[in-house]
Protein backbone atom coordinates (compact mmCIF):
# COMPACT_ATOMS: atom_id res chain seq x y z
CA UNK A 1 0.00 0.00 0.00
CA UNK A 2 0.69 3.94 -0.30
CA UNK A 3 3.14 4.82 2.42
CA UNK A 4 1.58 8.28 2.71
CA UNK A 5 3.71 9.05 5.69
CA UNK A 6 6.53 9.71 3.28
CA UNK A 7 4.14 11.81 1.28
CA UNK A 8 2.82 14.26 3.37
CA UNK A 9 3.08 17.99 1.96
CA UNK A 10 5.93 19.74 2.98
CA UNK A 11 6.05 23.52 3.04
CA UNK A 12 9.62 24.99 4.22
CA UNK A 13 10.05 28.51 4.80
CA UNK A 14 12.50 31.16 6.35
CA UNK A 15 12.02 32.81 9.44
CA UNK A 16 10.16 35.69 9.31
CA UNK A 17 8.48 34.86 6.29
CA UNK A 18 4.97 34.68 5.23
CA UNK A 19 3.48 31.17 4.95
CA UNK A 20 0.40 30.35 2.98
CA UNK A 21 -0.87 26.59 3.53
CA UNK A 22 -3.89 25.43 1.06
CA UNK A 23 -6.31 23.38 1.54
CA UNK A 24 -9.38 22.45 -0.68
CA UNK A 25 -12.78 20.77 0.05
CA UNK A 26 -14.84 18.74 -1.76
CA UNK A 27 -18.29 18.96 -0.29
CA UNK A 28 -19.86 22.41 -1.40
CA UNK A 29 -22.45 21.80 1.17
CA UNK A 30 -19.96 22.42 4.21
CA UNK A 31 -20.63 25.21 6.39
CA UNK A 32 -18.01 25.49 8.89
CA UNK A 33 -14.21 24.86 8.40
CA UNK A 34 -11.10 24.98 11.09
CA UNK A 35 -7.30 24.77 11.03
CA UNK A 36 -5.31 23.35 13.49
CA UNK A 37 -1.62 23.06 14.25
CA UNK A 38 -0.26 19.53 15.38
CA UNK A 39 3.02 19.31 16.93
CA UNK A 40 4.94 16.04 16.58
CA UNK A 41 3.97 13.90 19.96
CA UNK A 42 1.08 15.89 20.76
CA UNK A 43 -2.41 15.91 20.08
CA UNK A 44 -3.91 18.77 17.48
CA UNK A 45 -4.59 22.40 18.62
CA UNK A 46 -7.31 24.95 16.91
CA UNK A 47 -6.06 28.01 15.33
CA UNK A 48 -8.88 29.40 13.58
CA UNK A 49 -12.51 28.85 12.40
CA UNK A 50 -14.53 30.31 9.64
CA UNK A 51 -17.96 30.02 8.99
CA UNK A 52 -19.17 30.15 5.46
CA UNK A 53 -20.90 33.05 5.20
CA UNK A 54 -17.23 34.61 5.35
CA UNK A 55 -14.23 35.09 2.86
CA UNK A 56 -11.66 35.86 5.47
CA UNK A 57 -10.92 35.67 9.11
CA UNK A 58 -8.07 36.70 10.91
CA UNK A 59 -6.59 35.81 14.40
CA UNK A 60 -3.69 36.90 16.04
CA UNK A 61 -0.60 36.01 12.97
CA UNK A 62 -3.26 34.05 11.44
CA UNK A 63 -5.71 34.39 8.18
CA UNK A 64 -7.85 32.15 6.74
CA UNK A 65 -9.08 33.04 3.25
CA UNK A 66 -12.50 31.00 1.95
CA UNK A 67 -12.82 30.57 -1.49
CA UNK A 68 -16.41 28.84 -2.29
CA UNK A 69 -16.52 29.00 -5.91
CA UNK A 70 -13.65 26.55 -6.25
CA UNK A 71 -14.08 25.38 -2.52
CA UNK A 72 -10.60 26.40 -1.14
CA UNK A 73 -9.32 27.18 2.36
CA UNK A 74 -6.16 29.34 3.18
CA UNK A 75 -4.34 29.45 6.41
CA UNK A 76 -1.73 32.83 6.22
CA UNK A 77 0.48 32.91 8.97
CA UNK A 78 2.72 35.93 9.03
CA UNK A 79 6.47 36.40 10.66
CA UNK A 80 6.79 32.53 10.61
CA UNK A 81 8.48 31.65 13.63
CA UNK A 82 10.24 28.49 14.53
CA UNK A 83 7.62 27.75 16.97
CA UNK A 84 5.05 27.14 14.22
CA UNK A 85 6.89 23.98 12.86
CA UNK A 86 4.17 21.70 13.20
CA UNK A 87 1.80 19.89 10.85
CA UNK A 88 -1.46 22.01 9.87
CA UNK A 89 -4.80 20.36 9.20
CA UNK A 90 -8.40 21.90 7.60
CA UNK A 91 -11.19 20.48 9.03
CA UNK A 92 -14.81 20.70 7.61
CA UNK A 93 -17.69 20.14 10.03
CA UNK A 94 -19.64 16.89 8.80
CA UNK A 95 -22.28 16.86 6.16
CA UNK A 96 -25.72 15.47 5.95
CA UNK A 97 -26.47 13.69 9.18
CA UNK A 98 -22.50 14.07 10.12
CA UNK A 99 -23.50 17.01 12.38
CA UNK A 100 -20.98 16.19 15.15
CA UNK A 101 -17.97 14.98 13.81
CA UNK A 102 -15.06 17.37 12.11
CA UNK A 103 -13.82 15.89 8.85
CA UNK A 104 -9.60 16.44 8.39
CA UNK A 105 -7.56 16.74 5.36
CA UNK A 106 -4.10 14.92 5.34
CA UNK A 107 -2.23 17.62 6.34
CA UNK A 108 0.81 20.23 5.59
CA UNK A 109 3.82 19.66 7.47
CA UNK A 110 5.88 23.67 7.70
CA UNK A 111 9.27 23.67 8.96
CA UNK A 112 10.76 26.97 9.54
CA UNK A 113 14.57 27.73 9.50
CA UNK A 114 16.29 29.79 11.61
CA UNK B 1 -3.67 20.62 34.62
CA UNK B 2 -7.50 21.34 33.11
CA UNK B 3 -7.06 19.89 30.22
CA UNK B 4 -8.12 16.97 28.29
CA UNK B 5 -5.79 14.04 29.89
CA UNK B 6 -5.67 10.49 28.17
CA UNK B 7 -4.47 7.25 29.67
CA UNK B 8 -2.29 5.25 29.13
CA UNK B 9 -0.45 7.36 26.68
CA UNK B 10 1.58 4.10 24.92
CA UNK B 11 0.25 1.20 24.76
CA UNK B 12 1.82 -2.70 23.40
CA UNK B 13 -0.01 -6.11 22.92
CA UNK B 14 -0.22 -8.62 21.70
CA UNK B 15 -2.29 -9.62 18.03
CA UNK B 16 -5.85 -10.82 19.40
CA UNK B 17 -5.38 -9.18 23.20
CA UNK B 18 -8.13 -6.47 24.12
CA UNK B 19 -7.07 -2.86 25.34
CA UNK B 20 -8.95 -0.19 26.94
CA UNK B 21 -8.13 3.35 27.04
CA UNK B 22 -9.59 6.14 29.00
CA UNK B 23 -10.45 9.41 28.78
CA UNK B 24 -10.79 12.62 31.04
CA UNK B 25 -12.13 15.55 28.70
CA UNK B 26 -12.55 19.14 30.33
CA UNK B 27 -15.15 18.96 33.00
CA UNK B 28 -17.08 21.46 31.30
CA UNK B 29 -17.44 20.44 28.40
CA UNK B 30 -20.87 18.14 27.11
CA UNK B 31 -19.32 16.98 24.18
CA UNK B 32 -16.95 13.91 23.96
CA UNK B 33 -15.00 12.59 20.83
CA UNK B 34 -12.87 9.99 20.12
CA UNK B 35 -10.67 9.94 16.86
CA UNK B 36 -7.88 7.41 15.44
CA UNK B 37 -4.35 9.08 14.25
CA UNK B 38 -2.27 7.14 11.75
CA UNK B 39 1.05 8.28 10.16
CA UNK B 40 1.25 10.86 8.15
CA UNK B 41 -2.65 11.61 7.92
CA UNK B 42 -5.28 13.39 9.74
CA UNK B 43 -7.31 11.95 12.73
CA UNK B 44 -10.13 10.19 11.44
CA UNK B 45 -13.56 10.09 13.29
CA UNK B 46 -14.87 7.31 15.12
CA UNK B 47 -17.37 8.57 17.56
CA UNK B 48 -19.04 11.36 19.52
CA UNK B 49 -20.98 11.80 22.84
CA UNK B 50 -22.80 14.54 24.27
CA UNK B 51 -23.08 14.13 27.83
CA UNK B 52 -23.74 10.16 28.36
CA UNK B 53 -25.32 9.47 24.74
CA UNK B 54 -23.53 8.23 22.37
CA UNK B 55 -25.05 10.30 19.02
CA UNK B 56 -23.11 9.03 16.04
CA UNK B 57 -20.40 6.20 15.12
CA UNK B 58 -18.18 6.37 12.04
CA UNK B 59 -18.27 3.15 9.95
CA UNK B 60 -14.98 2.72 10.93
CA UNK B 61 -15.83 1.68 14.09
CA UNK B 62 -15.79 -2.35 13.46
CA UNK B 63 -18.12 -4.37 16.16
CA UNK B 64 -14.64 -5.02 18.24
CA UNK B 65 -14.66 -1.20 19.22
CA UNK B 66 -16.98 -0.26 21.80
CA UNK B 67 -16.88 3.19 23.70
CA UNK B 68 -18.75 4.54 26.87
CA UNK B 69 -19.23 7.01 28.93
CA UNK B 70 -21.42 5.85 31.84
CA UNK B 71 -22.02 9.42 33.76
CA UNK B 72 -21.26 12.12 30.87
CA UNK B 73 -17.98 12.44 32.51
CA UNK B 74 -14.93 10.41 31.56
CA UNK B 75 -15.22 7.90 28.42
CA UNK B 76 -13.62 4.47 27.78
CA UNK B 77 -12.67 2.95 24.43
CA UNK B 78 -12.25 -0.74 24.27
CA UNK B 79 -10.71 -2.84 21.66
CA UNK B 80 -11.24 -6.15 21.60
CA UNK B 81 -9.21 -9.30 19.83
CA UNK B 82 -6.70 -6.29 17.99
CA UNK B 83 -5.02 -6.82 15.17
CA UNK B 84 -2.23 -5.42 13.87
CA UNK B 85 -4.04 -2.76 11.79
CA UNK B 86 -5.33 -1.29 14.77
CA UNK B 87 -2.00 0.29 15.56
CA UNK B 88 -2.63 4.14 15.45
CA UNK B 89 -3.00 6.99 17.75
CA UNK B 90 -6.12 7.22 19.15
CA UNK B 91 -7.32 10.66 20.35
CA UNK B 92 -9.56 12.57 22.64
CA UNK B 93 -11.30 15.62 22.66
CA UNK B 94 -13.83 17.31 24.17
CA UNK B 95 -15.92 20.17 23.33
CA UNK B 96 -18.72 22.01 24.34
CA UNK B 97 -21.80 21.27 22.31
CA UNK B 98 -22.27 23.48 18.50
CA UNK B 99 -18.58 24.57 18.91
CA UNK B 100 -15.78 23.36 16.15
CA UNK B 101 -13.10 23.75 18.89
CA UNK B 102 -12.39 20.60 20.02
CA UNK B 103 -9.42 20.57 22.99
CA UNK B 104 -7.60 17.25 22.12
CA UNK B 105 -5.58 15.38 24.56
CA UNK B 106 -2.01 13.70 23.40
CA UNK B 107 -3.44 10.66 22.41
CA UNK B 108 -3.02 7.04 23.61
CA UNK B 109 -0.34 5.29 21.30
CA UNK B 110 -1.44 1.76 20.46
CA UNK B 111 1.10 -0.64 19.05
CA UNK B 112 -0.17 -4.45 17.74
CA UNK B 113 2.26 -6.72 17.42
Known amino acids: GESVGLHLPTLSVQEGDNSIINCAYS??????FIWYKQESGKGPQFIID?????DKRQGQRVTVLLNKTVKHLSLQIAATQPGDSAVYFC?????????????FGKGTKLSVKP | DTGVSQDPRHKITKRGQNVTFRCDPI?????LYWYRQTLGQGPEFLTY????????KSRLLSDRFSAERPKGSFSTLEIQRTEQGDSAMYLC???????????FGEGSRLTVL
Open chain 2, 93 to 103: ASSFRGSGELF
Open chain 1, 27 to 32: NSASDY
Open chain 1, 50 to 54: IRSNM
Open chain 1, 91 to 103: AEKGYGGSQGNLI
Open chain 2, 27 to 31: SEHNR
Open chain 2, 49 to 56: FQNEAQLE
